[in-house]
């Protein structure tokens, strides 16, 4: 994909029904479900682009990517191991195990970083979500190249062993760990919210 200069005129809407068809279909992939293939180098360059474009009060960039490939994968699930037991000592080898054997499922991982700059007159609230429209764009790109994927925390997400191996700043916490692949089988629709609960419109 091209990149666009600044400054180069842009369209301030974009009609489309695959678009809005896509949007209304949106769902995850459970990890277990997802295999390989997963997105090539030249793919995923693509699906960060779009990741990145994303709103940003005064263009901060509050977010950065870590990227999770081949071997790579199997050594952090050995960071995971490590966190889980350092949290309880008294874990079985099994369940101490349990999210490095998931980690390695999907092909391709992206950690979204949030990295907050505390000084700035942003919101700090502001650039959080920012970095939550980072993982939500993300899903999206992968989607639409035709890749399954799923947005997932955990303990690991908040794990002070697993923050030191990704070299995190005081400032910095993981959005979200966005696990990528092909679908073994298609996801099942789940609940979605009652629009007449969560809709009100405001008339003074």
Same mark, same amino acid.
């Given at each position: 994909m091209d990149m666009i200069e600044p400054g180069t005129p842009l369209p301030a809407a974009h009609p489309s029904d695959e678009t809005l068809a896509l949007l209304a279909r949106r769902r995850s992939t459970p990890l277990q479900l997802l295999h390989e293939p997963g997105p090539d180098a030249s793919q995923l360059d693509v699906i960060l682009r779009i990741a990145a474009r994303v709103p940003d009060h005064r263009k901060l960039v509050p977010f950065r990517f870590v990227v999770f490939e081949g071997t790579a994968r199997g050594a952090f699930g050995d960071v995971l191991t490590k966190a889980a037991l350092a949290r309880d000592p008294d874990l079985s080898e099994r369940k101490a195990g349990k999210d490095a054997a998931l980690f390695? %499922?999907?092909?391709?991982?992206?950690? @979204?970083? =949030? =990295? @907050?700059?505390?000084?700035?007159?942003?919101?700090?609230?502001? %650039?959080?979500?920012?970095?939550?429209? @980072?993982? %939500?764009?993300?899903?999206?790109?992968? =989607?639409?190249?035709?890749?399954?994927g799923q947005w997932l925390t955990g303990s690991a997400a908040y794990d002070a062993t697993v923050r030191e191996s990704l070299a995190l700043e005081p400032n910095e916490r993981i959005a979200g760990f966005l696990h990528l692949g092909t679908a073994a089988e298609q996801p099942l629709e789940r609940d979605r919210p009652d629009m007449d609960a969560i809709v009100t419109r405001w008339e003074g």
């Amino acid at each position: 994909m091209d990149m666009i200069e600044p400054g180069t005129p842009l369209p301030a809407a974009h009609p489309s029904d695959e678009t809005l068809a896509l949007l209304a279909r949106r769902r995850s992939t459970p990890l277990q479900l997802l295999h390989e293939p997963g997105p090539d180098a030249s793919q995923l360059d693509v699906i960060l682009r779009i990741a990145a474009r994303v709103p940003d009060h005064r263009k901060l960039v509050p977010f950065r990517f870590v990227v999770f490939e081949g071997t790579a994968r199997g050594a952090f699930g050995d960071v995971l191991t490590k966190a889980a037991l350092a949290r309880d000592p008294d874990l079985s080898e099994r369940k101490a195990g349990k999210d490095a054997a998931l980690f390695v %499922q999907a092909p391709v991982t992206v950690a @979204v970083v =949030s =990295s @907050v700059d505390r000084e700035h007159k942003t919101p700090e609230w502001e %650039q959080v979500l920012t970095a939550g429209a @980072v993982c %939500q764009n993300l899903l999206i790109a992968a =989607s639409a190249y035709g890749f399954a994927g799923q947005w997932l925390t955990g303990s690991a997400a908040y794990d002070a062993t697993v923050r030191e191996s990704l070299a995190l700043e005081p400032n910095e916490r993981i959005a979200g760990f966005l696990h990528l692949g092909t679908a073994a089988e298609q996801p099942l629709e789940r609940d979605r919210p009652d629009m007449d609960a969560i809709v009100t419109r405001w008339e003074g």
